[in-house]
């Protein structure tokens, strides 16, 4: 069964500085999708960025980029020039690419605080 | 922009009474999902629905769980005889697209379910 793992309870970091949230999964499949969704207090999760895992290139969405490492099986999300708006739960998430299972498979979370 | 949605926001009940969790997914998608997450754990997949019937479910969807789509709008969870361990925030997704490149899931802000 794959699992995803955040090991960060609690990040924080001034506004306009640069964050790093980390992600791990375990697979034995090779064609997958891993996600990065972000909760605000109180409202629904909403997909940050995607990466497919045959695509070597890493993922980019403006101030969002990934940091894929198949081998190593870790996916990081960067967050560059922090915003107050960033602020939420950040959940990393896998799915295997083939047909029927899409279910995804989340990880704990990790809590962003951003300090003004 | 469209959104999923979900009602109730929060729902109380006793051990042992049905439950129904509504929602109503964005009007053009074709895939539907319940997720939950027990306080201070993961989301985990229950169930994901397409073309009328169940294309997948996890060990935690058992007898008890059933998912009904009785109309074109709404998709309904429901779960017959409530236990304690219930006690969870649940999530429906939906997802549009006949292929898997169509592989966003929009998550509704959830449902509280308090089993007493």
């Known amino acids: 069964a794959q699992t995803v793992t955040q090991s960060q309870p609690e990040m924080s970091v001034q506004e306009a500085e640069t964050v790093t949230l980390s992600c791990t999964y375990d697979?034995?499949?090779?064609?997958?999708?891993l996600f990065w969704y972000k909760q605000p207090p109180s409202r629904q999760m909403i997909l940050v960025i995607r990466?497919?895992?045959?695509?070597?290139q890493n993922a980019t969405e403006n101030r969002f980029s990934v940091n894929f490492q198949k081998a190593a099986k870790s996916f990081s999300l960067k967050i560059s020039d922090s915003q107050l708006g960033d602020a939420a739960m950040y959940f990393c998430?896998?799915?295997?690419?083939?047909?029927?299972?899409?279910?995804?498979?989340f990880g704990k979370g990790t809590h962003l605080i951003i300090q003004p | 922009e469209p959104e999923v949605t979900q009602t109730p926001s929060h729902q109380v009940t006793q051990m042992g009474q049905e439950v129904i969790l509504r929602c109503v997914p964005i009007s053009n998608h074709l895939y539907f999902y319940w997720y939950r997450q027990i306080l201070g754990q993961k989301v985990e997949f229950l169930v994901s629905f397409y073309n009328n019937e169940i294309s997948e479910k996890s060990e935690i969807f058992d007898d008890q769980f059933s998912v009904e789509r009785p109309d074109g709008s709404n998709f309904t969870l429901k779960i017959r005889s409530t236990k304690l361990e219930d006690s969870a925030m649940y999530f429906c997704?939906?997802?549009?697209?006949?292929?898997?490149?169509?592989?966003?899931?929009?998550f509704g802000p959830g449902t509280r379910l308090t089993v007493t």
């Open positions: 997704a939906s997802r549009a697209g006949t292929d898997f490149s169509s592989y966003e899931q929009y």
């Open positions: 998430a896998y799915r295997w690419a083939g047909g029927g299972a899409d279910g995804l498979t």
């Open positions: 697979t034995s499949e090779s064609d997958y999708y």
């Open positions: 990466q497919e895992a045959y695509k070597q």
